[in-house]
């Protein structure tokens, strides 16, 4: 798979060396509580590198995994993922997280959004790019709006965090929404 460069960052596969920042955010709460229910508990060295090592020889084609790194230096900022894809009804869901809270608001989440966007729709020929985020993830609500995601429904307090339930938001483009 070709990497995928933007103005800043670019779409790359995973390596290695990625193990030493997925370490820095899989434990840390302020990265995790946006994620799903797979960081509710801590994860050992030993499950991060599993999970690594999954990606790294993974040969499906239901997922395509990417980093998004430093255009000029390759470091990675976080992970782009295109999880669950549907080929005959041409159908792909999205999952981001940016990995350290000094490059959160940088708009590198948007950015990468975008480059998968275009290549999803544009390469790929999928037609629909869905998500589901959490009803108090503001911040990535607003990021999916202005990448053209538009809200389909919600799954009324469907999700349980800190001792109250939250909704669960379906988003979505079509291609067709893309090309405007």
């Known amino acids: 798979m070709a990497r995928i460069h933007g103005e800043d960052i670019m779409l790359r596969e995973y390596r290695e060396d990625d193990l030493k920042y997925i370490r820095k955010w899989?434990?840390?709460?302020?990265?995790?509580?946006?994620?799903?229910?797979?960081?509710?508990?801590p994860h050992t060295y030993q499950t991060t590198e599993k999970y690594l090592k999954h990606i790294l020889d993974?040969?499906?084609?239901?997922?395509?995994?990417?980093?998004?790194?430093n255009k000029d230096t390759g470091e990675y900022i976080g992970q782009?993922?295109?999880?669950?894809i549907?080929?005959?009804?041409?159908?792909?869901?999205?999952?981001?997280?940016?990995?350290?809270?000094?490059?959160?608001?940088?708009g590198y989440g948007t950015k990468a959004i975008k480059l998968l966007q275009k290549y999803v729709f544009e390469s790929l020929n999928l037609n629909r790019l869905e998500l589901e985020l959490r009803g108090y993830n503001k911040r990535a609500y607003k990021c999916y709006k202005k990448?053209?995601?538009?809200?389909?429904?919600?799954?009324?307090?469907?999700?349980?965090?800190?001792?109250?339930?939250?909704?669960t938001i379906i988003m979505s483009i079509l291609k067709e929404e893309y090309k405007k």
Do not use: H, M
């Open 26 to 41: 899989v434990n840390n709460p302020q990265i995790t509580k946006w994620l799903s229910d797979a960081f509710l508990t």
């Open 58 to 69: 993974y040969t499906g084609k239901e997922q395509i995994y990417f980093v998004i790194a």
């Open 80 to 84: 782009l993922d295109l999880i669950r």
């Open 86 to 106: 549907d080929w005959k009804n041409r159908v792909g869901e999205l999952g981001i997280v940016i990995g350290t809270e000094n490059n959160r608001g940088k």
């Open 147 to 167: 990448c053209g995601f538009i809200e389909e429904g919600r799954k009324r307090k469907e999700f349980y965090i800190n001792g109250e339930f939250t909704d």
